[in-house]
C-alpha cells in the first residue's frame, strides 16, 4: 500500500473516516469539527497534515502530524502532536496502524519537531521511542481550604463567547505571560483552542469595579478546571477559590509542573495534590530542551553549578551545564556520566520520578537537576 500525505481537496475524506471510525469504535456519534475546532477548520490546510496508506484509492489508515510552536521561558521550540490516528476495521489485522504512526513520526521530525507529544496506550508506543514523562501537578480545591483561605476580593465570572475580543485578547496576554505554553495563533485560535473538547471559558472580574483578573477554562461537566490564568500566583488562587465559591463543589486543576512558584503555593492551600507525567513524548532534541528547562528550573530552585555528561543511543554524547545563572549544552567526547537508551534519557531528564528512581547510576548532581520540568495542557492534544 501507497502512504502519503493527504491532499488540500481531500478535507471531506479526512473527516468523514475520522468521525466514522471513531464513532462505531465509540458507539456513539464523533463530530470531530465540534470536538477539535481548532485543527478541524475546513481548511486545506488542515487535510494536509494527514497521512494516509491507500488500498488503491481507499482509505485505509490515517495519522495527523500537527507541529505546535511552543514557547519555554521566551525561547520558541517547535513540538508536534502526532494523533487523531484510525484504521479501517476491513483492513484490521495488517500492521497498517504501526507503519502509519512510524512515518508520522518520521515526518515530524523532517518537518523540524524537537519533541512530539501524544496520549494513548503507553506499550503501543514505547517501541517507537514515546514514554510518559514531564510533570503535571493536580490540585483538589475544596470547600475546606477555601474556608482557610478566601479570595482577596469579590470575583465575578462571564462566559467567554468568539466575539469578545476585549476578554480574549485579554486572556490570551495572561496565557502568553506563562513559562511555557503552546503558540495557540492570534485571539480566533486562541478561541478555538479553548474550545477543544468542549471546554468553556470564563472571564474572571472583580466585582465592585469589573476589572479583569484572569480566566478559567472548565470541562463541560465542570469537574474539572483545565487551565486558570490570572496576573501573579495569588491571582490565580482567588481565582479558583471564587471559582469553588461560585461553583458550589469540590474540582481538580493540572498545572504545568513548570509554573513551580504557582504549584508550590497550591500546594500549601489545596486539599489534595499528586504528580504525574505531562503526557507523552518522544524526545529528538535532548540538548536544546534540557539546557532550556533547566535553566528555567533554576530561576525558581536553587541548583548547583557543576556539568552532566549524556551519552544517549542514537542522539550523541552531550555536556550540559549549569554555572548558577545559565545552562548550556554542546556535543562532547568527554567521557559520559550516564549511557542511556532514547526512552531512558527522556524518564532520566523529564521525570516525573527522581533520575534516582529510574536509573541506579544516576550521580548527586543528576538527583539535585533532575527532573526538568517537560509540561504540557491537555488542551493542546490535537
Known amino acids: 500500500m501507497e502512504i502519503r500525505q493527504l491532499k488540500a481537496e481531500e478535507y471531506s475524506l479526512v473527516l468523514e473516516n475520522l468521525n466514522d471510525v471513531f464513532g462505531k469504535s465509540g458507539n456513539k456519534v464523533v463530530d470531530f469539527t465540534q470536538l477539535l475546532p481548532k485543527i478541524f477548520d475546513g481548511s486545506g490546510e488542515c487535510a494536509m497534515r494527514h497521512f494516509g496508506a491507500f488500498d488503491g484509492e481507499k482509505l485505509a489508515s490515517l495519522v495527523g502530524v500537527y507541529l505546535m510552536p ?20 476491513e483492513y484490521e489485522g495488517l500492521g497498517l496502524m504501526s507503519k502509519v504512526f512510524a512515518y508520522g513520526m518520521e515526518m515530524a521530525r523532517t518537518l523540524g519537531a524537537q519533541a ?18 514531564g510533570n503535571s501537578c ?120 513548570a509554573e513551580i512558584n504557582l504549584c508550590r503555593l497550591l500546594s500549601y492551600r489545596a486539599e489534595e495534590f499528586s504528580v504525574a507525567p505531562a503526557s507523552s513524548f518522544a524526545v529528538f532534541d535532548y540538548m536544546a530542551l534540557s539546557r532550556r528547562l533547566l535553566e528555567l528550573k533554576g530561576k525558581e530552585v536553587k541548583l548547583p553549578a557543576g556539568k552532566l555528561v549524556l551519552d544517549i543511543a542514537g542522539y550523541g554524547r552531550f555536556c ?45 548532581l543528576a538527583n539535585a537537576w533532575l527532573p526538568l520540568p517537560l509540561s504540557w495542557c491537555n488542551q493542546d492534544r490535537g
Not at 512530539?116 to 514523562?133: K, M, Q, S
Open 320 to 364: 550540559l551545564s549549569y554555572d548558577g545563572t545559565t545552562a548550556s549544552g554542546e556535543f562532547t567526547g568527554e567521557k559520559a556520566d550516564v549511557c542511556l537508551s532514547p526512552i531512558q534519557a527522556t524518564r532520566f531528564l523529564f521525570g516525573p520520578l527522581m533520575p534516582g528512581m529510574t536509573e541506579k547510576e544516576a550521580n548527586p
Open 138 to 257: 493536580r490540585f483538589t480545591i475544596s470547600e475546606k481550604c477555601v474556608k482557610y483561605h478566601r479570595p482577596r476580593v469579590e470575583i465575578g465570572f462571564s462566559p467567554i463567547g468568539e466575539g469578545d475580543m476585549a476578554a480574549l485578547s485579554f486572556a490570551r496576554r495572561i496565557y502568553e505571560n506563562s513559562v511555557f505554553y503552546v503558540d495557540r495563533g492570534d485571539e480566533k485560535g486562541f478561541f478555538r483552542s479553548l474550545c477543544n473538547y468542549s471546554a468553556k471559558a470564563y472571564l474572571a472580574y472583580r466585582k465592585t469595579d469589573g476589572e479583569k483578573l484572569g480566566y478559567i477554562l472548565a470541562s463541560k461537566d465542570q469537574s474539572q478546571v483545565i487551565e486558570c490564568h490570572a496576573l501573579d500566583s495569588e491571582s490565580v488562587w482567588d481565582v479558583l477559590a471564587a471559582w469553588r465559591l461560585a461553583l458550589g463543589k469540590d474540582f481538580a486543576i493540572d498545572l504545568p509542573g
Open 70 to 89: 511552543v514557547v519555554i521561558d521566551g525561547e520558541k521550540f517547535q513540538f508536534a502532536t502526532v494523533g487523531n490516528m484510525i484504521t479501517r476495521p
Open 116 to 133: 512530539v507529544r501524544l496520549g494513548g496506550a503507553r506499550h503501543r508506543y514505547e517501541r517507537f521511542g514515546v514514554t510518559p514523562a
